[in-house]
């Protein structure tokens, strides 16, 4: 990250429903931002292809994949937002989260090794995303992701929350947002000062 340029946070949603609270949540995330950080919602879930080991070379990979490695590569964090599907998160983000988990040429780097993460999600029910928020930390503690413990945002009864187009409303969701997004900045700063440092051959703080 160049300390001279705010901070560049990419956020994936898990939901392709036009209406998802999941995508709102994203949106209200901008909108309530409590820093300077950049939020870039992705846009393209819907057209990664399905996970194929024999095409995930830098000269066979489909270019919307190679393009949202990419985008994974030059953010400073990601913010995901998940709805629960059966228990778990939703085929299509598991998808794209394979996609970016590998580096079999051992030359490109791992997208999401390190990478300071925070996840939350909305749901119709009381519980929320509680169960597709555990699904996908197991996924990050294999990429070794820098995943925000605390808060846990989970949106439950998510339709109570929004108003009629789409705004999020509700104060208590608004201040656990904006306290993952401080979070999430603390971590990016963190790794920031600490790849500073190693740069500079001085120890990173403890």
């Given at each position: ?40 919602i ?11 080991r ?61 990478k300071?993460?925070?996840?939350m ?5 009381n519980?929320?995303t ?7 930390r ?7 992701s ?17 108003d ?13 947002l ?13 790794r ?15």
């Open positions: 990250m160049n300390a001279s340029r705010p901070s560049r946070i990419l956020a994936l949603s898990g939901s392709l429903r036009a209406a998802s609270h999941n995508t709102r949540l994203l949106h209200a995330a901008r909108k309530f931002n409590p820093g300077t950080a950049e939020i870039e992705y846009e393209g879930l819907r057209d990664i292809p399905p996970y194929d024999d095409l995930d070379t830098p000269e066979r990979r489909p270019a919307v994949v190679a393009d949202l490695r990419r985008r994974v590569q030059e953010a400073d964090g990601l913010l995901i937002a998940t709805p629960e599907y059966n228990y778990s998160i939703p085929g299509v983000l598991k998808n794209a989260l394979d996609w970016l988990s590998t580096d079999w040429t051992k030359s490109e780097g791992l997208p999401l090794h390190r300071p993460v925070a996840a999600g909305a749901a119709p029910t519980f929320g509680v169960r597709a928020q555990l699904a996908l197991q996924v990050f503690v294999w990429t070794e820098d995943v925000v413990v605390k808060p846990e945002v989970h949106v439950f009864r998510s339709h109570e929350r929004f009629e187009d789409g705004n999020l409303t509700d104060e208590t969701t608004v201040e656990l904006q306290e993952l997004l401080s979070r999430l900045q603390a971590k990016i700063d963190a920031a000062a600490a790849e500073a440092a190693t740069a500079a051959g001085a120890p990173a703080a403890a």
